[in-house]
C-alpha cells in the first residue's frame, strides 16, 4: 500500500501542467496577474508547465467557449481536474491551493 501512494506522490510532483489565463487586454490588473502567475510556476513548477495567456478582447469566441466570466481568470486544465482562479493571483497561497500544488 505504502507503494502505491508513494507512486501517487511521486507522479504528482512530476505532473505537467497545462494553464490558461484569460486576461481582458493589458490592463494593470491583467499585468499584475501574469506577471505573479508566472512567478508561482517558475518557483513551484519550473519546467514542468505551458501557459497560454488569452486576451479575450482579442479572441471573445475563446473566452465563450470557456464560459469566462471574469477576468482574469487562470484555469488549470491537466492535471486534472480541472481548477479556476479568479483575480489577479496576488495571493500565492491561494493559487498554490487552486493549482493543488499545495493542501489547503
Known amino acids: 500500500m505504502a507503494d502505491s501512494?508513494?507512486?501517487a506522490v511521486r507522479a504528482h510532483d512530476n505532473?505537467?501542467?497545462v494553464l490558461r489565463l484569460y486576461v481582458?487586454?493589458?490592463t494593470p490588473r491583467s499585468t499584475r496577474a501574469v506577471e505573479n502567475v508566472r512567478?508561482?510556476?517558475e518557483e513551484y513548477l519550473?519546467?514542468?508547465y505551458e501557459?497560454?495567456?488569452v486576451d479575450i478582447y482579442q479572441q471573445p469566441s475563446l473566452a465563450r467557449d470557456r464560459q469566462i466570466i471574469a477576468a482574469p481568470t487562470l484555469i488549470k486544465e491537466m492535471p486534472l481536474p480541472l481548477r479556476r482562479i479568479i483575480g489577479d493571483l496576488s495571493s500565492t497561497e491561494r493559487v498554490l491551493i487552486g493549482l493543488d500544488i499545495r493542501q489547503a
Open 5 to 7: 501512494f508513494d507512486d
Open 15 to 17: 505532473a505537467q501542467y
Open 24 to 26: 481582458s487586454g493589458m
Open 39 to 41: 512567478k508561482v510556476c
Open 46 to 48: 519550473a519546467g514542468r
Open 51 to 53: 501557459l497560454e495567456v
